[in-house]
């Protein structure tokens, strides 16, 4: 039995799940009734919140909504999937065949439309942790990321041998945000470790860089845990 799963009263083992809804009231129902139902469920309304506790624990099943605030459910799905092999449920009111396909494209082992009955939900997440467990062969050993600038701070690294060639704005950035790692930094204060005017800067540029950092960090197989925190600036997790 792995960190990511316990085992219930009556000796079945059930998997560490995280639910990423910013419905509050969806949330708590389906959190609340997955437990009853024996569950080992935590519930986040961002993607900050749920990449800050998966960088701490990372769990074997991820249910996610589509419309989140600060990031969209499908680049979500296609970060975890990057990272490594995880069980992710969408469970969404988009239920067009486009959202569909798309959710799935993105690496959804399921895709559920609201309403959904925590029944259903429940029923999903074990037919997933089977899939997980019939599927699984030799058992990995937990792997341990230690982020580092190397090559005197332009290439990013994971500690697991995958490794990002940095632009100079990119450099900046991640060497402010290392400086001051697990904590908050305004978005003026990393205009200004990139050189450039906080008053003459357009700001949406710097979302802009994050994007493509992120994007060229997940073709290398790197879930950078780089994180927006809306109103305040970014930071840069364990």
Request: charged share 25%; aromatic share 6%; with cysteine.
């Amino acid at each position: 039995m792995s960190a990511k799963e316990t085992r219930r009263g009556d000796g079945a083992i059930t998997p560490l799940v995280y639910l990423v809804d910013d419905d509050e009231d969806f949330r708590d129902e389906m959190v609340s009734g997955l437990s009853r139902l024996g569950l080992n469920v935590h519930g986040f309304g961002s993607a900050a919140g749920l990449y800050r506790a998966y960088a701490a624990l990372p769990s074997e099943i991820v249910i996610l909504d589509l419309n989140l605030g600060d990031e969209d459910g499908l680049s979500i799905a296609a970060h975890l999937r990057a990272s490594q092999r995880i069980g992710i449920i969408m469970a969404t009111a988009r239920g067009s065949i486009d959202d569909r396909v798309a959710g799935l494209e993105k690496g959804a082992d399921a895709y559920l439309v609201k309403p959904i009955d925590v029944r259903e939900l429940a029923a999903t997440v074990g037919a997933v942790h089977n899939r997980l467990n019939r599927d699984r062969t030799v058992p990995a050993p937990p792997q341990v990321l230690q982020w580092a600038l190397v090559e005197g701070g332009w290439t990013l690294t994971d500690g697991l041998g995958h490794r990002l060639r940095l632009t100079v704005s990119e450099q900046r950035l991640l060497g402010c945000l290392f400086r001051e790692r697990g904590n908050t930094v305004e978005r003026s204060v990393l205009v200004e470790a990139m050189g450039a005017d906080i008053y003459d800067f357009n700001y949406a540029h710097l979302d802009t860089i994050v994007s493509r950092l992120r994007r060229r960090a997940t073709k290398s197989n790197m879930l950078v845990p780089l994180h927006a925190i809306r109103g305040l600036g970014f930071t840069f997790a364990e």
